[in-house]
């Protein structure tokens, strides 16, 4: 097994939740969403423990979602309006900077033409979960959930929450077993997949705990038994739904995505070629124009420093 504990980052996720920062150099490039990311990677590595980080990239939308449904993600395509065109100029130009910089500071920053990050991690986390003593998949998405394992935690940063298993019932009111169910019904807004109609979670959790209340197993095939007994038109609506939380549940699921021979070598590479911090991360700083983080770096940097 190796020391210490991996840290896996939605790289997109992170870029995107600072790009609101409005931070130029003085010759006007825009830069805030670089300092943003390096300032929370900072912190979540001395969180994490970590001796192996890697940010995983997007490289595009899923083959396999798009032939489930077609809708998927189908207006990210669309530039609506100026902010929408300058929020995704400083994604890419944010983006590229990073990708050329991470590896500088020992971090990873990897993607695969074709394939979304979430189908890279679960695969990564499935080969890997048994190497580390604690796998750290950071990112705001509660797809992430499905990967969570004895030695598996999802670190939201915005909410400042660590989900495990030991915590899992508490910190959502249901248990683990029915995660994907939950994610089936409800949907997922911030990918246009629509849940079943007039369904909430609170509707939800009630049809669950009379369906763990009778001993049924975390299934649809419970929830559909539990709504025959409700009568109720929103349980009618749930049992004329089948399709689609079934559809939802195939469509979120991040262990199904076929990555051929060579693309499996090549995530193994990714975490097992060392990749160590160097001096010229600074120098890229400098270029940033990064003066308050260059006047503490040698303090600032400990956290990458400790990386393999």
């Not at 939308?61 to 100026?82: C, H, L, N, T």
């Not at 003593?133 to 990112?139: D, M, T, W």
């Not at 509660?142 to 909410?159: C, E, G, M, R, S």
């Not at 975390?218 to 025959?228: D, G, H």
């Amino acid at each position: 097994m190796n020391k210490g504990n991996l840290l896996v980052v939605d790289a997109s996720f992170l870029l995107h939740r600072s790009l609101h920062l409005e931070l130029n150099t003085t010759t006007g490039e825009y830069v805030g969403g670089v300092y943003g990311v390096l300032k929370s990677l900072k912190s979540i590595l001395a969180h994490a423990g970590a001796s192996k980080a890697i940010f995983v990239w997007d490289g595009g939308k899923s083959k396999r979602r798009m032939q489930i449904y077609p809708g998927y993600k189908a207006s990210r395509a669309i530039v609506v309006d100026e902010e929408a065109k300058r929020r995704r100029e400083r994604y890419r130009s944010q983006r590229d900077i990073l990708e050329g910089m991470l590896p500088m500071m020992g971090v990873r920053s990897n993607w695969i033409y074709g394939k979304e990050a979430d189908d890279i991690i679960g695969w990564m986390v499935e080969k890997y979960k048994k190497e580390y003593p604690k796998i750290l998949v950071v990112s705001e998405d509660w797809d992430y959930a499905q990967l969570i394992d004895k030695n598996v935690t999802i670190h939201f940063p915005i909410k400042g929450l660590d989900l495990s298993l030991d915590n899992f019932l508490e910190r959502t009111g249901y248990r683990f077993e029915w995660h994907n169910v939950y994610r089936g019904v409800l949907g997922d807004g911030s990918d246009e997949i629509d849940g079943v109609p007039g369904v909430g979670e609170v509707t939800l959790k009630k049809w669950v705990d009379k369906a763990d209340a009778l001993g049924y197993p975390p299934s649809i095939a419970s929830l559909m038994e539990v709504c025959r007994e409700d009568k109720s038109k929103r349980a009618q609506t749930f049992l004329d739904s089948y399709d689609i939380v079934s559809r939802n549940i195939e469509l979120m699921y991040m262990l199904a995505e076929e990555f051929t021979a060579e693309e499996q070598k090549q995530i193994q590479l990714w975490i097992d070629t060392p990749c160590y911090f160097t001096e010229d991360a600074a120098q890229v700083m400098a270029n940033l124009e990064f003066k308050s983080l260059l006047q503490s770096f040698s303090t600032w940097s400990v956290p990458f420093r400790n990386l393999i």
